[in-house]
């Protein structure tokens, strides 16, 4: 598996120069968008890595994993009387649909969804984005993982169009918490600072039945895991997954840093980064990886 991540590494690179590095959160347009990494982590936890795998990055939007499993454990299916299941059909920080459906936000992984799940949070922790980065931490079994603080700030001084749908969530008694607090733990999560490698060892447990590799215990149980993953592959690439169920055919979760992970359930988990997005916001390199993957993997599970 070595030779084939080094190869999807040199063929993924042939995209790079095409796409544009997210600006409108300002920090994000300073990632240098030549960078692309990949890191496969098996099930039985070996690690292959190529390129800037190592290399932490923003992890953005794939936070919202984190924060739904949270939410699941903790919760179960209460959840769904306010966040709903299905795709938006909408751009990822659009208020369309909020007004309309009276507040409940369509899936968990879109921005008024995944506030959504942070209200949950910021209701169950004194301190909840320790708390995230302790979840990142244990997961991905590298303690040196912390919230980047001039992401945290640029979010923060660019969250109009967030608070906007916050208020109009709380409006609707979608939010029990104070909406700045709400605010900050999801900027917080958004804001975390990892590595493929960081991120293919902590989502392993997607792939393998809610066993955490890291932890050698079980996180969550494997229902809960398929159910996770079910959403990834209807939700997970923003208005785009339909397109990327056609290309990898994979439940995968993307980030506007560049990230995408992947899981192929029973086997591994892959994360691909490169920051260069397309118009939907998903990165053009790593989606090109994870299609070369699957190709050669032969894993499409759809
Ligand atoms: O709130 C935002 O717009 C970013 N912090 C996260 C965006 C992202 O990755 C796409 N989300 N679904």
Redesign the pocket.
Known sequence: MQSWVEEIDRRARETLGQGRVADY?PALAEQDANRFGIAICTNDGARYTAGDAQEPFSI??LS?VFLLTLALRAHGDALWQRVGLNPSGMP??SLTQLEAERGKPRNP???AG?IVVADHLVSAFATPSKHIQDIARTLSGNASILIDRHVLAS?WQHRSR?AAMAYLMKAFGNIDNEVDAVLDAY?SC?SLRMSCLDLAVAMNYLAADGHALATGKSFITPDLARRINSIMFTCGM?DAAGDFAYRVGLPAKS???GGIVAIVPGRLSVCAWSPALDAA?NSVAAQHALELLTDKLGVRIA
């Open positions: 959160i953005q939007s919202k990822f920080n992984f879109i921005n995944a979010e967030n900027f958004c923003y980030g506007v840093g916001g």
